[in-house]
């Protein structure tokens, strides 16, 4: 399966947030196995629980990034740092860390559900292709 036909399946199918699916799909990708705790943890990751506050699809990778990397055996400083190469590069290439900025089309009370579907499968990729240039270091 595809990440967009995976990221498809869990918004259509399940309904899950943009951050649980990122955390969901990376887990994934990279083999790791996910806690029901821990997706528990990133149901109000949505933007702060649609405050359109920080993107949940950055919310979604900062989490992966601290699990994976803590699988690895980076220090708390060591991880913290890749959370801010993350953020700057995301910054970098999207404009924004904020769910208010990325959203497709903005907010209306009309909004349709899942509108950054898209959005999600390009960011998980950004994220992959991020997590194997630094899992080197």
Not at 70 to 86: E, M, N, R, W
């Amino acid at each position: 399966m595809t990440t967009e036909e995976r990221v498809h399946e869990l918004y259509w199918k399940y309904d899950i947030n943009c951050a649980r699916t990122t955390l969901t799909c990376l887990c994934e990708l990279f083999h790791v196995s996910l806690e029901e705790q821990t997706l528990n943890a990133a149901i109000g990751l949505h933007g702060a629980g649609g405050y359109r506050a920080q993107c949940g699809l950055v919310e979604g990778a900062l989490m992966f990034i601290g699990i994976y990397f803590s699988q690895k055996g980076k220090s708390d400083t060591d991880i913290a740092a890749l959370c801010y190469q993350y953020a700057d590069e995301f910054t970098e290439k999207y404009k924004s860390l904020k769910c208010f900025d990325l959203r497709p089309n903005g907010f209306s009370e009309n909004d349709p559900p899942h509108a950054c579907e898209k959005l999600t499968a390009e960011t998980i990729e950004f994220s992959s292709e991020f997590i194997k240039k630094y899992d080197v270091i």
